[in-house]
């Protein structure tokens, strides 16, 4: 087995900049909704200065370099090359964690948590960090048969974990990222110090009839993203490939999908550029763009609907959970503790969303600090 560990720099050539703006000025143009709000999707007006802005004004040059000051690396593990940012402390006893994002995210979500991870003013907070790209997200590869679900992806973090020498480290996430966290804390319990997510999928008890008003308020959240929320997830589930021609083929297409979560996931004002910098929210559609990985990232959803019980595996390592009150699911603690049996942490923050990284980095910094520092 090739074990080796690859020095990677991102480096989208010029033709392709200029061919995603000539893309953006040539779009065709759908009529508007006849509502004036986002209930229909993206209304026509914002997207339409959202992507003129990303063709004449925004600069992926300041995303690439940002991302190439990060150390990169890559490396084949069971067929499929990982692409991950490695980042260790200089602190000595630092605690290894790796990090992992979901969708409609990327490794971008992470990068202004890296320097007070692995260099913070206390010492025994430092960690070393490591930051991969999911199966068919961003620079990894593409998977070209079945099989890459959130296991498998575990099975391969902690493949990646040994090739740079840490045997026992953290493991946090939010969104798919929670489902591989989740299942590297339950396949490698002799590994995995402790997990810590920050979303949750899972259910009331089997019959279970009467609810409280917190559990109650969970169900309605649940029930409205199922028949309000979830069209996208269908698509993914059952037809990414056909998704795929349409959203590969057309910046303002693949914007619009993305952009529509951020809206929807974000604590917002109605404009998701009140939570996160439109500067930002272009660097992440820009990774999709240039990687063509609308359809390998949606093909995550179409693995886990074939292998349900890789989202809530049950976890008997130490575990956390810091929830934001925008978060697509917020379930109560007493659910939760069903699958994860070892609660140490629980925090429900009072703001913030789907994108905690990205909206609320302290607050998910002090509590990853919280949950491990008694682990190291």
Not at 13 to 30: I, N, Y
Not at 78 to 83: I, P, T, W
Request: hydrophobic letters at 40%; charged letters at 25%.
């Amino acid at each position: 087995m090739d074990d080796a560990l690859t020095p990677f720099a991102v480096d989208v050539p010029a033709e392709e900049v200029d061919d995603l703006r000539r893309r953006l000025r040539g779009t065709r143009w759908p009529d508007a909704a006849t509502v004036g709000d986002w209930s229909q999707g993206v209304p026509l007006d914002w997207l339409r200065e959202v992507c003129r802005y990303w063709a004449e004004e925004y600069d992926w040059s300041a995303c690439q370099a940002r991302l190439d000051a990060v150390p990169q690396l890559t490396t084949v593990v069971d067929g499929l090359a990982v692409h991950l940012l490695h980042v260790p402390s200089p602190h000595p006893g630092a605690l290894p964690l790796v990090l992992t994002h979901g969708w409609p995210g990327s490794v971008l979500e992470f990068l202004d948590l890296l320097g007070p991870l692995t260099d913070p003013e206390d010492p025994r907070d430092a960690f070393s960090v490591v930051v991969p790209s999911l199966p068919g997200y961003g620079w990894s590869g593409h998977p070209e048969a079945p099989g890459w679900g959130p296991a498998r992806t575990a099975d391969a973090w902690a493949e990646v974990m040994r090739r740079l020498g840490y045997e026992r480290f953290g493991a946090q996430g939010g969104d798919i990222g929670s489902f591989v966290s989740a299942n590297l804390g339950a396949r490698h319990p002799d590994r995995v110090a402790g997990v810590h997510l920050n979303m949750v999928v899972t259910e009331p008890p089997p019959g279970q009839t009467e609810f409280d008003e917190r559990e109650q308020r969970a169900l309605d959240r649940m029930r409205t993203f199922r028949t309000d929320g979830s069209s996208y997830s269908h698509q993914h589930r059952t037809r990414p490939q056909t998704l795929g021609y349409g959203l590969t083929d057309s910046p303002a297409g693949q914007a619009a999908w993305i952009l529509e979560k951020f809206a929807a996931w974000t604590d917002n004002d109605g404009d998701p550029t009140s939570a996160i910098a439109l500067d930002r929210l272009l660097d992440d559609v820009s990774v999709y763009w240039f990687t063509r990985t609308a359809t390998s990232s949606a093909r995550m959803y179409w693995e886990m609907a074939r292998a349900p019980e890789e989202r809530a595996p049950q976890v008997d390592v130490p575990s956390g959970v810091s929830l934001f009150p925008h978060e697509i699911f917020v379930p109560p603690r007493a659910w939760v503790e069903r699958q994860l049996t070892d609660l140490r942490l629980w925090r429900e923050h009072d703001s913030g969303g789907h994108f905690a990284a990205m909206e609320r980095p302290g607050e998910l910094l002090a509590d990853v600090r919280e949950f491990f520092r008694p682990l190291r």
